[in-house]
């Protein structure tokens, strides 16, 4: 959640968690303190970014109502002053930002966001998880997908696919023979797909492996992956260049 006075601000942020955060399914903008609180309890929001000086409701005073709410979540201050910090990791935040956030200063926050939840993963499991999780490790291995094309629903063999592509409620399978739509998300993709045969390189795209023909990288560090059989480049995120760096 980005809480924000300013319009222009809450979009910047918006489009740069959106861009550098994988991880992140959504990215709700809220206007003042008092909308954050309301909103709060709404959806299971992981990091607050919170404007220190905002009409009404300061980002600090934000902050203390949403701890007293018992608010566990992150908390991540963003602010043109730097006189704040003290007061701000009063209320345990992670991070403290200065505008204007800069791409490469936000990645380094969602670093150290990512390696605190390493740190609190929960191991134990209760009965309920348990049952959730059961049928996921007893299933069988995915071979085929049903995927339609205007009317017509096609049965695509698993190893046609280059790639998944999320766009808008839908994700396009994209093989040799042209593109098919299927309502599985990206997310619900990577936990049923066999990792070793397709990497998610992006939030929104995952290849297999097996039909990359080349990766290119630019003089400021991007790469893409080249398909083979559909003359695409696809864009790999900050996050997961990674997967390329050894090649």
């Given at each position: 959640m980005v809480v924000d006075d300013e319009p222009l601000l809450r979009f910047h942020l918006q489009k740069l968690l959106t861009d550098l955060w994988d991880e992140a399914?959504?990215?709700?903008?809220?206007?003042?303190g008092v909308e954050a609180v309301e909103r709060i309890n709404e959806v299971d929001v992981h990091t607050v970014f919170l404007d220190i000086k905002m009409p009404g409701m300061s980002g600090v005073e934000t902050a203390g109502v949403l701890r007293d709410m018992g608010f566990s979540g992150n908390l991540v201050f963003v602010t043109a002053y730097d006189?704040?910090?003290?007061?701000?990791?009063?209320?345990?935040?992670?991070?403290?930002?200065?505008?204007?956030?800069?791409?490469?200063?936000?990645?380094?926050?969602?670093?150290?966001?990512?390696?605190?939840?390493?740190?609190?993963?929960?191991?134990?499991l209760d009965a309920a998880q348990l049952k959730?999780?059961?049928?996921?490790?007893?299933?069988?291995?995915l071979r085929w997908i049903n995927a339609t094309r205007g009317q017509q629903v096609h049965v695509i063999r698993l190893d046609d696919v280059c790639c998944f592509i999320a766009e808008d409620k839908y994700t396009t399978v994209v093989t040799?023979?042209?593109e098919f739509l299927i309502r599985k998300t990206i997310k619900e993709l990577t936990e049923t797909l066999d990792v070793d045969q397709f990497?998610?390189?992006?939030?929104?795209?995952?290849?297999?492996?097996g039909r990359i023909s080349r990766v290119e990288r630019d003089e400021e560090g991007h790469y893409e992956v080249f398909m083979d059989g559909i003359g695409r480049r696809l864009p790999v995120s900050r996050s997961n260049a990674h997967l390329f760096k050894q090649m």
């Open positions: 399914e959504q990215v709700i903008c809220v206007g003042s006189q704040h910090a003290l007061e701000a990791f009063e209320h345990e935040a992670v991070d403290y930002l200065l505008k204007p956030v800069h791409g490469d200063r936000l990645y380094q926050c969602i670093e150290r966001l990512r390696k605190r939840d390493e740190r609190t993963v929960k191991y134990e959730r999780l059961m049928p996921v490790a007893g299933s069988s291995e040799e023979n042209g990497w998610r390189i992006h939030r929104a795209i995952i290849v297999q492996v």
